[in-house]
């Protein structure tokens, strides 16, 4: 799994906002609506962008744009709504949030202590029994409903490797168990769920349905997603020497970007955006 991932903070615009009125107004189920729409994935080698730190218009020939579940989506594309579904997104209020409505969710350690995800300062949730993962989904679930109601194809749920990273209080059958969860709910509301990175993963039939993942081509992982879902793979590079292998090994079959690490929006300083 790439240590690198974008500053997420960026791509959170508006989420104090969402997070308060998606969490403390709905009771979690799914909609009592049938979805009008089955869960369509994207198509292979589809032109891409990655825009979780703001949105934009599109470069001319992209078919396909992710966003964060705080965004519209994109008119005429096919649209992914990112949800960090496994941490708590970074921001005070919306850790004070968590906190304050539900600190029996957050993971604690040693003296009662939250696990930290050190390099992103971001608090793990607790998806390690049954009752505390379907008290998740009563959360996290409203979110991915409101990417079907704001218009989205897909949802991409982030750090589904948080396991890994909670000091042995998490193994990769909780994440597992917690991915299922969100796989069915997603397919309730019509809409596909990719994979976000963790090639772990690859050998079990989690039903989701194409991949997102971070800098394959830097770690030679871009052969092992190919496999499981063919050109359904949307990589993001943020080294250009990642981005340059992944494009001779993997350009014209898989869907490989170039983008800064913090994903600025296209006109803001440090903004990159190249494709193969």
Known sequence: MPLSRPARALGALGLAAALLTSCSSEDGG??????????????????????????????????????????????????????????????????????????????????????????????????????????????????IDGCARAGFDAVEPDNLDSYARSEGHLDAADGQAFARLLVRRAHEQGLAIAQKNTTEFLDEKLGFDFAVAEECGQYGECGDYAAVY??????????????DAACRRWGGKLSVVLRDRDVTPAGADGHVYRRC
Do not use: M
Request: a positive charge.
């Open 230 to 243: 063919g050109g359904k793979v949307f990589d993001i590079e943020y080294e250009k020497k990642g981005y």
């Open 30 to 143: 799914p909609s009592d609506r049938a979805p009008d729409r089955a869960p369509k994935a994207p198509r292979a080698g589809a032109a891409f962008d990655y825009q979780l730190g703001g949105a934009y218009p599109p470069p001319d020939g992209v078919r396909a744009v992710s966003r964060d579940r705080g965004a519209k989506p994109a008119p005429g594309r096919y649209n992914i709504c990112y949800v960090n579904a496994f941490q708590v997104q970074p921001g005070a209020k919306t850790s004070a949030w968590w906190r304050k409505h539900h600190p029996d969710l957050l993971l604690r350690g040693a003296h009662g202590k939250l696990v930290i995800d050190k390099d992103w300062a971001e608090p793990l949730l607790d998806i390690s029994t049954a009752a505390k993962r379907k008290a998740l989904l009563d959360v996290v679930g409203p979110w």
